[in-house]
């Protein structure tokens, strides 16, 4: 059985690391550098890095210039998310050298834009499906954008290489990930699914790894690390061992 890849996160609000609940706008504990986080996982062993821009997502502004310098100064995968929604802003989060973006509201708003950059980059592209319930979410999941199983069925038929799934009631609390909704994603395409949030104990990410065969490839963890719930070297052994 492959081992999960595990994907820890640098979330950036106005300069700085952050952690939203619900990513809800407001809710943010800070974590200081977002340059020195991504280095500081980099350094314990991680593979990717997923690097948000949450001020693009929430139209708040941009951290365009420090997205780059993050991910100009890794030597690992970075898969970057927030506000990447027209040709402007995807040409410039390609140009940063990053192994791929993950688009959400356009994925809702732009569906014929979606489908082309799909066939232009392939898995260059993922999407995120961010859901409550099974309602999609975008614009700093501030807005409801139709339903999940629908959009991910157009998205399959159009080619979308893989989809990043975050419960949205799930994301920053530390409650642990919602299972059921990643097996029925799985059940529903063919393509590799990265699940997000609420990731709180090793043993998460133990079930998780469970879940390997069905299609989930991999993991990302924020708030968990964060908190020094566990260490990401921990993580990485723990997956290596289901
Ligand atoms: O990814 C986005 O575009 C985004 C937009 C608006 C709010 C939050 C957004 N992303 C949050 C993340 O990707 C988190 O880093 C991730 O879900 C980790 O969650 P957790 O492990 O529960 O801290």
């Not at 340059?35 to 708040?60: K, M, N, P, S």
């Not at 090793?202 to 299609?215: E, F, I, Y």
């Amino acid at each position: 059985m492959s081992t999960l890849e595990l994907l820890p996160a640098v979330d950036v609000r106005d300069g700085q690391a952050v952690r939203l609940v619900h990513g809800e706008s407001g809710s943010e504990t800070s974590y200081g550098s977002p340059l020195e986080a991504a280095l500081a996982w980099q350094r314990a062993g991680a593979e990717w890095l997923h690097l948000v821009d949450l001020d693009a997502a929430f139209g708040t502004g941009d951290n365009r210039d420090l997205v780059r310098q993050v991910t100009e100064a890794m030597d690992i995968k970075v898969e970057l998310s927030g506000g990447i929604r027209d040709d402007a802003s995807l040409a410039a989060a390609l140009a940063t050298g990053c192994t791929r973006v993950n688009l959400g509201t356009a994925a809702l708003e732009t569906p014929e834009w979606v489908a082309k950059v799909i066939a232009e980059f392939g898995d260059k592209i993922a999407v995120g499906l961010d859901v409550r319930g099974t309602t999609l979410r975008g614009r700093g999941w501030t807005r409801d954008g139709g339903d999940l199983y629908e959009t991910l069925a157009r998205l399959d038929s159009e080619g979308c290489a893989r989809y990043v799934v975050t419960d949205i009631a799930k994301d920053g609390t530390l409650q642990g990930p919602n299972l059921e909704l990643l097996k029925n994603v799985c059940a529903a395409t063919d393509k590799p699914v990265v699940a997000s949030g609420g990731v709180s104990s090793l043993d998460d990410l133990r079930a998780l790894s469970g879940l390997v065969p069905l299609g989930v490839e991999g993991a990302i963890v924020g708030k968990a690390l964060y908190a020094k719930a566990f260490t990401l070297e921990e993580a990485i052994a723990a997956v290596a061992a289901v």
